[in-house]
């Protein structure tokens, strides 16, 4: 009979993170008293690891380290082992790996920190490897070296854990010298600061290892089409163009891998983020507003759908992650030899696919394919008429995809997380008002309407996490901004004032939550067991909470003409105009809602006698402006209860036509009922 598995405390988690490690020989706990009185009672230190359920090289230290009973023998001896899942709380993750890079360690996932009975740390890094390798200490070496300097330098460690405790909460706790926004044109000088960065060879930043960075490209879209006159995105297109045709965007099944570890966008690190995701679709949906791009269609359909089939719950909302990994391999779910794809097809649609996607016996990722549209197809596919080609291509890719979909699947971590799921209904319905597919639309309002009947503590508080039919963990800033800002979003789908309502709540209670008054915003509410409240401000691969936040803030003014809501987010971004000069590759998000307070949000409001959004709003909605909010009265709106009841009251329809009130650059306009007039409105400069 096979030996019992050891179970350790994790057993009783609901993270699929946590429960991946419940049954480690290592006496792992989870976060909390239970383990702090240990270590003190015990003697010994603290040992954290903070990880995720689809990070590769986490899944490798716990084969390599975790697995292993000599090493587990170590750990349990030595040291009071905790386990956290980062997705679950990001504070903790944030708190210590800012530790690890004032250490001069380069962050990232493993994130392994020795703490004192403080919390204090005092050693750190991230991933270990079993034996030295790697030019990195093998991690028996660390524990034994660790051990010995607790034993017999102690008070070395205590000294230098609460040296590095002080400089964290000084660095934390100093406030701005000044309250000066950076000027208006500072989110130009940034974007040409940043411009060096260019790829301009495979598009985006920097060479490999590669990620998209939506905050970035964001950010550069904005300030060139907001500008005066306005300039076509170049890079930001070309970008979209480049991720779209590699090995990270999944050419069978939609969505987007996490990043790419070459230059090129080909070979991608497998794992699949619900917030990437989001992202994409909201930039993929600005792109085609822009050039209209077939491409940029079939990648938003793809992705939209992939998350439907993917990686949507019963209930309604979205799942959090998919693997790496399937069958103890890396990608192995998603790559391809021409003898699979000779067996899955017809002679004639194989051939097609082996030659339109330049598919090769060596292969191009551990001597399998990872199919991809880098190079041009074979010149004998020129003969085809481009419209048959394509929906002989999509026939086989179909068959294709129900092929694959009988292989061992990668593990998909089903927690729902309130900050992604904001991200993905904003996504949703920025697709939505792109394309008009009723399906983006009902997929964002059931999140929505999941988010905001289920996600609450018994408190009334926003939870992050929903598992197993429970909310549970108080709810972060980001958990509170990004819903707020995918309601706002919705908004302008179905116009329905509940959106609007619930992302204005949302809001004002972020701001008394997580605000200090003078402009600066925590990721928590209080410290807890934490050494401080760690600071939000940066941008990681979302967006910060504080940037988001400021945004929805400037929005909210346009929506309701709340002047203290300005003034909160001038707060906000005078507390980090210093951060933003210093970093502007790291506050992207916050330049970019520095340019909206500049440049102010252009409202239109939409009024009409009849019911449903009428097609002039709705073309509007097809043009991409960087700073605008839509608003609408129609048959059966009840002003008396409606949030933005002040810009909606008194206007009126003309002629008994749809009508648009239109104010931009701080003057309103005379309404509008047709389409030439109001595109001349957005186009000034342009012949008519």
């Avoid at 997380?417 to 920025?430: D, H, P």
Wanted: glycine letters at 8%; hydrophobic letters at 40%.
């Amino acid at each position: 009979m096979p030996e019992p598995q050891p179970t350790n405390r994790l057993i009783h988690e609901t993270s699929p993170y946590l429960l991946q490690h419940a049954h480690n020989p290592v006496d792992w706990y989870p976060w909390g008293d239970e383990a702090f009185q240990k270590a003190k009672q015990e003697d010994k230190p603290i040992l954290l690891s903070c990880g995720y359920s689809a990070c590769h090289w986490c899944h490798v230290m716990e084969h390599e380290s975790f697995e292993d009973p000599d090493i587990a023998a170590l750990m349990n001896q030595y040291f009071v082992n905790i386990k956290v899942d980062r997705e679950e709380r990001p504070d903790i993750d944030q708190l210590y790996q800012d530790a690890v890079h004032t250490m001069g360690v380069q962050g990232g996932w493993p994130l392994t920190v020795f703490l004192d009975h403080e919390l204090r740390p005092f050693y750190g890094g991230t991933y270990f490897p079993p034996h030295a390798s790697y030019g990195r200490p093998g991690f028996p070496e660390v524990l034994e070296a660790l051990h010995e300097r607790w034993i017999n330098q102690r008070d070395k460690i205590h000294a230098a854990s609460a040296e590095l405790a002080d400089f964290m909460t000084q660095a934390a706790e100093a406030g701005p010298e000044t309250a000066e926004l950076p000027g208006p044109e500072f989110a130009e000088e940034a974007v040409r600061r940043l411009s060096q960065y260019f790829d301009a060879r495979n598009g985006g930043f920097d060479g490999a290892p590669k990620f998209p960075n939506p905050s970035l490209l964001q950010l550069f879209l904005k300030v060139s089409v907001a500008r005066k006159p306005a300039r076509q995105p170049e890079h930001f297109l070309f970008t979209l163009e480049k991720m779209a045709r590699g090995g990270i965007y999944d050419q069978l099944g939609g969505g987007f891998h996490r990043y790419a570890t070459d230059s090129r966008w080909l070979v991608p690190h497998f794992e699949k983020m619900l917030y990437d995701n989001a992202q994409l679709l909201s930039s993929y949906a600005a792109g085609y507003q822009l050039n209209g791009s077939a491409e940029f269609r079939q990648v938003i359909r793809e992705t939209a759908a992939y998350v439907r089939r993917k990686m949507t719950a019963p209930e309604g909302g979205f799942y959090a992650t998919q693997d790496a990994d399937s069958e103890g391999e890396e990608g192995r779910y998603y790559l391809w030899t021409p003898r699979e794809i000779r067996a899955a097809l017809e002679p004639d649609a194989a051939q097609l696919v082996i030659d339109y996607y330049r598919v090769s016996e060596a292969g191009n990722f551990e001597g399998r394919y990872i199919l991809n549209r880098l190079n041009p197809p074979l010149a004998a596919l020129s003969d085809h008429p481009d419209g048959e080609l394509q929906e002989r291509l999509a026939a086989a890719r179909a068959k294709l995809l129900a092929v694959r979909e009988q292989r061992i699947k990668p593990f998909r971590d089903e927690k729902i997380i309130t900050s992604w799921n904001g991200l993905m209904i904003g996504g949703l319905a920025q697709a939505y008002q792109v394309l008009g597919d009723a399906a983006d639309y009902e997929t964002a309002r059931r999140a929505a309407n999941f988010l905001l009947d289920r996600m609450k503590l018994n408190d009334g508080g926003l939870a992050r996490i929903y598992k197993d039919g429970a909310a549970r963990i108080a709810g972060f800033l980001d958990d509170y901004s990004f819903l707020a800002q995918g309601l706002l979003q919705l908004y302008e789908c179905d116009f329905d004032p509940r959106w609007l309502r619930a992302g204005l709540e949302l809001t004002e209670t972020a701001s008394g939550r997580f605000g200090d008054g003078s402009g600066r915003y925590y990721l928590t509410a209080a410290a807890g067991q934490l050494l401080k409240r760690p600071v939000s401000g940066s941008d990681q691969a979302i967006p910060s909470g504080v940037a988001v936040q400021a945004e929805n803030l400037l929005k909210l003014a346009a929506y309701i003409g709340n002047e203290p809501y300005r003034e909160e987010a001038a707060r906000i971004l005078g507390a980090y105009g210093p951060a933003m000069t210093d970093n502007p590759w790291g506050y992207a998000g916050l330049i970019g809602a520095l340019d909206a307070w500049h440049r102010n949000y252009q409202t239109f409001t939409f009024v009409t006698d009849q019911a449903g959004v009428p097609d002039l709003l709705r073309r509007l909605q097809g043009e991409y402006l960087p700073y605008r909010v839509l608003l609408l009265c129609q048959a059966g709106t009840d002003l008396a209860h409606h949030p933005a009841a002040p810009l909606l009251a008194g206007h009126r329809p003309l002629e008994g036509k749809p009508t648009c009130y239109a104010c931009m650059e701080r003057s309103c306009h005379p309404p509008v009922t047709g389409w030439e007039e109001l595109r001349a409105l957005l186009n000034p400069e342009a012949p008519q």
